[in-house]
């Protein structure tokens, strides 16, 4: 399908951007954000939201490269996906993103879908929500006000909804360094390429053949991405064994209320969580050889 007319905005800055979501906002018009456009031009195709005016954020520049940041570092929003999982300092630092955006859709979708925008999407189950919060994330958004710093667990609040402003725009994700922690992305589908049924984003800090610290995000188990805290503190202190990451890993569905959909109920959401944890702390512990049976 033909979308529907919109007119067409392509500012070169952030706050010729904000200028333009004041302006049009204030007349009452309906306005979308363009970023990599992955989500939203399948959306205006099939005619499921008809915006008055689309803001473009392409051509701002500011906007794109990652950059070290001292004891994080800084991904621009409208950084792709491809970029981030080529990027030598996110390897070194973050490497729990670049296994996850390996894992996101296909080569097409990476090299045109942006990192921010997948964030501010928020869809319970793209492959860079988990990873994020599990890195504690923070997220820098920029409004008429000024810039505001939010973090990862309360930048998500529901299916599709997250703490940026109707008059606001998320201009740069910054990420703790997990320098030298070991990570893994373990993605259940029923196709290559298609959105996880549950997905385990996976970071641990080894001390010999110890569990030194560990973090565990969640994709699809809940309305938003969600953190397995329970695993978390399970695995502190524990060997880096079968026996001690599967004890851990029954807590992976704590808490969560995952969906029940065609791709199957919440049961069995709950019980692929636990089997995906697994096999995703042991492969970020380097225990490759060792796979947790479904």
Do not use: C
């Not at 954020?57 to 409208?78: E, K, T, Y």
């Not at 791709?263 to 709950?270: E, I, L, M, P, V």
């Not at 089997?275 to 042991?282: F, K, N």
Request: cysteine-free; proline content about 6%; overall charge negative.
């Amino acid at each position: 399908m033909i979308p529907a007319a919109f007119e067409y905005v392509a500012p070169t800055t952030v706050e010729e951007a904000l200028q333009a979501l004041a302006e049009h906002g204030a007349a009452g018009d309906d306005v979308k954000i363009l970023a990599g456009g992955q989500s939203l031009l399948p959306v205006l195709r099939m005619r499921l939201n008809a915006p008055e005016w689309v803001v473009d954020l392409s051509r701002i520049p500011s906007l794109r490269g990652v950059r070290d940041g001292g004891d994080h570092l800084v991904i621009g929003a409208m950084t792709t996906h491809d970029a981030v999982g080529h990027d030598p300092l996110v390897h070194e630092h973050a490497l729990l993103l670049t296994k996850a955006v390996t894992h996101l859709a296909d080569a097409q979708v990476r090299h045109r879908g942006t990192f921010g925008g997948a964030l501010a999407h928020a869809d319970p189950a793209g492959d860079v929500g988990a990873p994020a919060l599990a890195l504690d994330a923070s997220f820098v958004i920029a409004g008429p006000g000024g810039s505001r710093t939010v973090p990862a667990g309360e930048f998500f609040v529901d299916i599709f909804e997250t703490a940026i402003g109707e008059d606001e725009i998320l201009t740069e994700v910054h990420i703790p360094k997990h320098t030298g922690w070991g990570a893994h992305y373990e993605k259940f589908v029923r196709v290559a390429h298609q959105w996880p049924i549950v997905a385990v984003a996976a970071s641990v800090r080894l001390d010999g053949d110890t569990i030194a610290e560990a973090r565990v995000g969640l994709t699809n188990m809940g309305s938003t991405p969600l953190r397995a805290t329970a695993v978390e503190e399970a695995l502190v202190g524990r060997p880096a064994t079968e026996d001690a990451v599967r004890e851990a890993a029954a807590h992976a569905a704590d808490g969560a209320n995952p969906p029940t959909d065609l791709n199957g109920g919440a049961d069995y959401r709950r019980h692929l969580a636990t089997v995906l944890t697994g096999r995703a702390v042991l492969a970020a512990a380097g225990r490759n050889g060792t796979r947790v049976p479904g």
